[in-house]
């Protein structure tokens, strides 16, 4: 399974754009980048999938390179209610029947007032 | 969207007590359940995957004796946490896909403190 690397933390100020990038240098073929979110004593909430190129939703972008060995998580304006742990994670989709998520350290996005 | 509910959401017990965690899909039919450990200010760990009708499949180093899990229906997945031990205690999450979506839905956890 593909290993991934996320800066620990981040600070930000409420209103900023927070750019959180997630290394993942064995990435598969088969394998699409999902990112999460998780508050304290709560599970992990999906934000957004991709596979490659740029994805966007009504809450983040994601942005995939070629060669898809990184990804960067884009949240616009950010509030304090942002503030929590992201989570990049590397697999097979899970309409694929296989995949299996591990998760990595995950970074520690603090919004600042 | 889908929803993956746990309960209970937190439970105290004795040491050497058997605490039993219920994992179930809503609206959607999972045949295959993740579960995770988090302890504080950690990440997620994957402890087992829950496949319906069959026996689960651990991780490298999770007792399987020691973490039961059931998964009898398509709907419902059970962890059971034997002989708890205060290092025991953690935060228990699962998750499941309805197959449908690229996405893994995450319940909302389990708090464990075992006395």
């Known amino acids: 399974l593909a290993k991934t690397t996320q800066p620990i933390s981040m600070d930000s100020y409420e209103g900023q754009e927070v750019n959180i990038t997630c290394s993942h240098n064995?990435?598969?073929?088969?394998?699409?980048i999902t990112w999460y979110q998780q508050f304290p004593s709560q599970g992990p909430r999906f934000i957004i999938q991709g596979y490659k190129t740029k994805v966007t939703n009504e809450v983040a972008s994601l942005f995939i390179p070629a060669d898809r060995k990184s990804s960067t998580l884009s949240l616009p304006r950010v509030s304090l209610s942002d503030t929590a742990v992201y989570y990049c994670?590397?697999?097979?989709?899970?309409?694929?029947?296989?995949?299996?998520?591990?998760f990595g350290t995950g970074t520690r996005l603090k919004v600042l007032a | 969207g889908a929803v993956v509910s746990q309960h209970p959401s937190w439970v105290i017990c004795k040491s050497g007590t058997s605490v039993k965690i219920e994992c179930r899909s809503l609206?959607?039919?999972?045949?295959?359940m993740f579960w995770y450990r988090q302890f504080p200010k950690q990440s997620l760990m994957l402890m087992a995957t829950s496949n319906e009708g069959s026996k689960a499949t651990y991780e490298q180093g999770v007792e399987k004796d020691k973490f039961l899990i059931n998964h009898a229906s398509l709907t419902l997945s059970t962890l059971t946490v034997t002989s708890a031990h205060p290092e025991d205690s953690s935060f228990y999450i699962c998750s499941a896909s309805s197959g449908q979506t690229g996405e893994l839905f995450f319940g909302e956890g389990s708090r464990l403190t075992v006395l």
């Open positions: 994670l590397v697999g097979d989709s899970p309409t694929s029947g296989t995949y299996k998520y591990i």
């Open positions: 609206d959607f039919q999972a045949t295959t």
């Open positions: 064995n990435i598969a073929t088969n394998d699409y």
